[in-house]
């Protein structure tokens, strides 16, 4: 499957768009993976509809291939996932706001930073914030 994250003509993605929807869920997974990986933006919606499968794992891959693909078109899911129970999924959707790499997010950001508590959530946090700073337009 490594060599299909390096297709520039569009064909992988009609073959594992399905594959979201695939009862075993590492292999929905790693469909959202690779199509993070492709940024094929016909991944887009599918993947956002991932997000609200209620599955820890393919929301965290969802979101993280959101990340990878940059799409502003994900930001409001993405902030909405800031206030989801799971911490894993939490620190997924805060680095996955700094990929976009836009500077709306840091405020955005900020904020959440000043009230979450998880250590890890919040070291990712400042690495997305970091990562705004560094690679966002001016």
Do not use: C
Request: no cysteine; charged share 30%.
């Amino acid at each position: 499957l490594r060599l299909i994250e390096q297709d520039n003509k569009g064909t992988v993605a009609p073959a594992l768009l399905p594959l979201l929807d695939d009862p075993q869920d590492n292999v929905a997974e790693y469909a959202a993976y690779v199509l993070g990986w492709i940024e094929d933006p016909k991944a887009i919606d599918p993947l956002m509809k991932m997000l609200k499968s209620g599955k820890e794992g393919r929301i965290r891959h969802a979101t993280r291939a959101l990340g990878f693909m940059r799409t502003m078109q994900a930001k409001d899911a993405l902030v909405g996932l800031l206030q989801d129970p799971s911490p894993r999924i939490r620190q997924d959707a805060a680095f996955a706001l700094g990929q976009l790499e836009d500077r709306s997010v840091l405020p955005i950001l900020q904020k959440f930073l000043e009230t979450e508590k998880d250590e890890v959530v919040r070291h990712f946090t400042q690495e997305a914030i970091t990562w705004v700073n560094r690679y966002a337009q001016k």
